[in-house]
T-cell receptor, first 115, second 115 residues
Framework: AQKVTQAQTEISVVEKEDVTLDCVYE???????LFWYKQPPSGELVFLIR??????QNEISGRYSWNFQKSTSSFNFTITASQVVDSAVYFC????????????FGTGTRLTVIP | NAGVMQNPRHLVRRRGQEARLRCSPM?????VYWYRQLPEEGLKFMVY????????ESGMPKERFSAEFPKEGPSILRIQQVVRGDSAAYFC?????????????FGQGTRLTVV
């Protein structure tokens, strides 16, 4: 069965600190996709990244970076030099061939960046 | 090129009333997915529709909920005789290709409050 676990319910950091949000997933499929979304206080869902299971290269986009490790079934997200605007709920999600029509979301991590 | 449009953004209904949530997919997209986000939870898949067809409704509650995506016009998620437990954010996503939820774009959501 598919499952996404975000064990950190809430995290608070002081501005300019680095922070890593953890995501552990479960799937029996060999082909799958992993996602991160940001949900700011305004409520919309902002797409951040999609990664397929055959691409284990880490990715960096500005202050954001992602560490995909199949060996530990993890897809962690790091924000470097955090800013107040990073305060949001962050969701990790999985889509695989078994559930090809839908995304399985974790319960989210609420990040608060304190100025 | 407008994104996925959902309306209304906020909807208040009294218990027992009907709620109708609309989703206009991106231009050229003929596949729509509905998700529900209960308070403090991640999004959960409800239903996947193509124009005039329900493809996968495995996440839809068995009673009071229905969805359609007519040949013309937006997709509609309809909740009859709403109860307090229906209070949630309802998100719609659309994709161009069949079953391509991995390429889907999300709307801004409709926040339903049942009083």
């Amino acid at each position: 069965a598919q499952k996404v676990t975000q064990a950190q319910t809430e995290i608070s950091v002081v501005e300019k600190e680095d922070v890593t949000l953890d995501c552990v997933y479960e799937t029996r499929d060999t082909t799958y996709y992993l996602f991160w979304y940001k949900q700011p206080p305004s409520g919309e869902l902002v797409f951040l990244i999609r990664r397929n299971s055959f691409d284990e290269q880490n990715e960096i986009s500005g202050r954001y970076s992602w560490n995909f490790q199949k060996s530990t079934s993890s897809f962690n997200f790091t924000i470097t030099a955090s800013q107040v605007v990073d305060s949001a709920v962050y969701f990790c999600a999985l889509s695989d061939q078994t559930g090809a029509n839908n995304l399985f979301f974790g319960t989210g991590t609420r990040l608060t960046v304190i100025p | 090129n407008a994104g996925v449009m959902q309306n209304p953004r906020h909807l208040v209904r009294r218990r027992g009333q009907e709620a109708r949530l609309r989703c206009s997919p991106m231009k050229g997209h003929s596949h729509v997915y509905w998700y529900r986000q209960l308070p403090e939870e991640g999004l959960k898949f409800m239903v996947y529709l193509q124009k005039e067809n329900i493809i996968d409704e495995s996440g839809m509650p068995k009673e009071r909920f229905s969805a359609e995506f007519p040949k013309e016009g937006p997709s509609i998620l309809r909740i009859q005789q709403v109860v307090r437990g229906d209070s949630a954010a309802y998100f719609c996503a659309s994709s161009q290709r069949q079953g391509a939820v991995t390429e889907a774009f999300f709307g801004q959501g409709t926040r339903l409050t049942v009083v």
